[in-house]
């Protein structure tokens, strides 16, 4: 539907010779792609240098969910989060880490020194375009170690931005209120399961088909027996082989809006925590004064 409309407006504004698209703060779009260039100014100072990086990935999400569900899913987070609290939307961005579906359809698993290596040019571009702030709201359950080690290993270089990574810490009242909900074990609700298929269900309903999501099986097979202090690159296959892990059936609306509405007052207030912080660049700064004055005549402090 979006895209339709996007195409709609993209012929109608070609024969138009005067600016009828032009923005008023009140209609000023969240999203990098829709903000024009004599709008951009009022996007930073408005956002205070703000960007999200949303990311998600391409994977099988069941038989029943679609391969883009972990981006749709932070999308729509960040632009129901904007109205709110307005930060500018980065395009698409599904280049992370899915190795572990390589054996399923519809996998984009790109090599992983380039997946780092995008992840690092698309932030410099940010960057470049003049963003102090960038946050990240991932989608997908396998990305979250690359995003640290990359987030940790942005102390390699002195740079103009700070980049965060939204990571929620666990809700207990919001967990007890979402168990009242669940129709199967929380303790087996994960990949493509009733909560993430939930939050599908209460955003974007027609790209979700329940009929199917019995066609496989969620549960874990249990294929390897190693004790809990060991960890191996196989273990996400040896459990669940159909790259599917819960009962997506047991969906309902109720629980994904609870997530999303959740969710969404979580990202608000990181938003607004983003904004009003100067203090990470000023010491992302001192820091690398003291880099570069090491070993030099300079005085140090
Ligand atoms: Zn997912």
């Known amino acids: 539907m979006r895209f339709a409309t996007l195409i709609v407006f993209a012929c109608c504004a070609a024969s138009l010779p005067t600016a009828v698209g032009a923005q008023t703060p009140s209609a000023l779009p969240a999203r990098w792609d829709e903000l024009t260039a004599s709008a951009w100014p009022q996007a930073m100072e408005k956002s205070a240098k703000t960007c999200i990086l949303p990311i998600g990935i391409l994977e099988k999400h069941g038989p029943h969910a679609p391969m883009g569900s972990d981006i749709v899913h932070v999308r729509e987070l960040a632009a129901r989060a904007t109205k709110q609290e307005y930060a500018v939307i980065f395009p698409e961005y599904f280049y992370g880490q899915i190795n572990e579906a390589r054996h399923q359809p519809g996998a984009f698993a790109l090599p992983a020194r380039l997946a780092l290596e995008l992840l690092e040019a698309t932030c410099d571009e940010i ?36 980049v965060y990574f939204f990571t929620p810490a666990r809700d207990s ?26 939050t599908l269900v209460y955003t974007v309903p027609g790209l979700v088909h329940l009929e199917h999501a019995k066609d496989e099986t969620g549960t874990d097979q249990q294929r390897l027996a ?31 809006q609870l997530i999303v509405d959740t969710q969404v007052e979580r990202v608000v207030k990181a938003l607004k925590a983003v904004k009003a912080d100067t203090r990470s660049l000023e010491l992302q700064n001192e820091f690398f004064d003291r880099v570069d004055a090491l070993g030099k005549d300079e005085p140090r402090r």
């Open 173 to 198: 009242a919001v967990t007890d209120r979402a168990a009242t909900l669940h129709r199967s074990d929380p303790a087996k609700d994960m990949h493509a399961g009733e909560s993430e298929t939930s």
């Open 226 to 256: 190693l004790p809990a202090d060991l960890y191996t690159a196989i273990w996400w296959y040896a459990r669940f082989p159909n790259h599917y892990a819960g009962e997506g059936d047991k969906a309902t609306r109720e629980l994904g």
């Open 127 to 162: 960057g470049r375009n003049g963003f102090k702030r960038i946050v990240i709201l991932n989608g997908h359950g396998g990305n979250p170690e690359m995003i640290r080690y990359f987030i940790q290993t942005r102390l390699e270089r002195r740079r103009s931005y700070v």
